[in-house]
C-alpha cells in the first residue's frame, strides 16, 4: 500500500458526460501529480500540485481540470468525455529525499467512456 | 521535453540476469527513476539514478551515464514475480518544476 487513496476505482459513463476523480496524497506528502495511462501512450503527465497551487502542466485537454484543496486533496474533471478518454488514471504524491523525488502512485481509476 | 526510449519486450529465463535499456534526451536532466508496474498496478519505485555511476539494490542495478543520455536496469536471478513492465522515466526542469516523464515501458516476461 503506496499510502496514495484513489476513488473510485473503475468508473463507466458515455461520451458527452463529466466525471471527477478524487486522490488523497500521503500524509505529509504537498505535490500531487495527475497522470493517465492508455495502451499506446504509456504513462502522461497531465498536471502538478503543490500545496494547492498548480505548478506544471502537461499535454491536459482543455476539457479536463484539476484542483488540490487545502487539505491537499486533489481532484481531476474530465468533461465532453470521449471515447478515447478511456483510460487508466494515476495519481501520485512525491516525497524529496536521498533517492530523489520519487513518487508513490495510487492504485488508479479505470474510466471506460461508451 | 525530452525523447526517452526504451525496448517494447524482453524475455529472459528464470535464474538468468537481464538488462534493460534506456536512452534519453533532456534539456534539464535532474535525475533518473526506474519504475516497475505488474499489469493492472500502480507502478512502484525500483530505483534512482542522478550522478554517474552504477547504484545496487539488492537483486536490481541500475547505472547511468548521463553524457551518453543512456541508463539500463539490472535484474539478477530472474524470478517469474519479476514479469511486469519497467518504467524509465527522467526528471526534468520544465517552467520551475521538476516533471518526472516516463518512457514507454519495457514488458519484460520471465519463463521457466
Known amino acids: 500500500d503506496s499510502g496514495v487513496t484513489q476513488t473510485p476505482k473503475h468508473l463507466i459513463t458515455a461520451t458527452g458526460q463529466r466525471v471527477t476523480l478524487r486522490c488523497s496524497p500521503r500524509s505529509g506528502d504537498l505535490s500531487v501529480y495527475w497522470y493517465q495511462q492508455s495502451l499506446d501512450q504509456g504513462l502522461q503527465f497531465l498536471i502538478h500540485y503543490y500545496n494547492g497551487e498548480e505548478r506544471a502542466k502537461g499535454n491536459i485537454l482543455e476539457r479536463f481540470s484539476a484542483q488540490q484543496f487545502p487539505d491537499l486533496h486533489s481532484e481531476l474533471n474530465l468533461s465532453s468525455l470521449e471515447l478515447g478518454d478511456s483510460a487508466l488514471y494515476f495519481c501520485?504524491?512525491?516525497?524529496?529525499?536521498?533517492?530523489?523525488?520519487?513518487?508513490?502512485f495510487g492504485s488508479g481509476t479505470q474510466l471506460s467512456v461508451l | 521535453g525530452q525523447n526517452i526510449d526504451q525496448p517494447t519486450e524482453m524475455t529472459a529465463t528464470e535464474g538468468a540476469i537481464v538488462q534493460i535499456n534506456c536512452t534519453y534526451q533532456t534539456s534539464g536532466f535532474n535525475g533518473l527513476f526506474w519504475y516497475q508496474q505488474h499489469a493492472g498496478e500502480a507502478p512502484t519505485f525500483l530505483s534512482y539514478n542522478v550522478l554517474d555511476g552504477l547504484e545496487e539494490k539488492g537483486r536490481f542495478s541500475s547505472f547511468l551515464s548521463r553524457s551518453k543520455g543512456y541508463s539500463y536496469l539490472l535484474l539478477k536471478e530472474l524470478q517469474m514475480k519479476d514479469s511486469a513492465s519497467y518504467l524509465c522515466a527522467v526528471r526534468d526542469t520544465t517552467g520551475g518544476s521538476y516533471i518526472p516523464t516516463f518512457g514507454r515501458g519495457t514488458s519484460l516476461i520471465v519463463h521457466p
Open positions: 501520485a504524491s512525491s516525497v524529496h529525499g536521498t533517492e530523489g523525488e520519487k513518487l508513490f
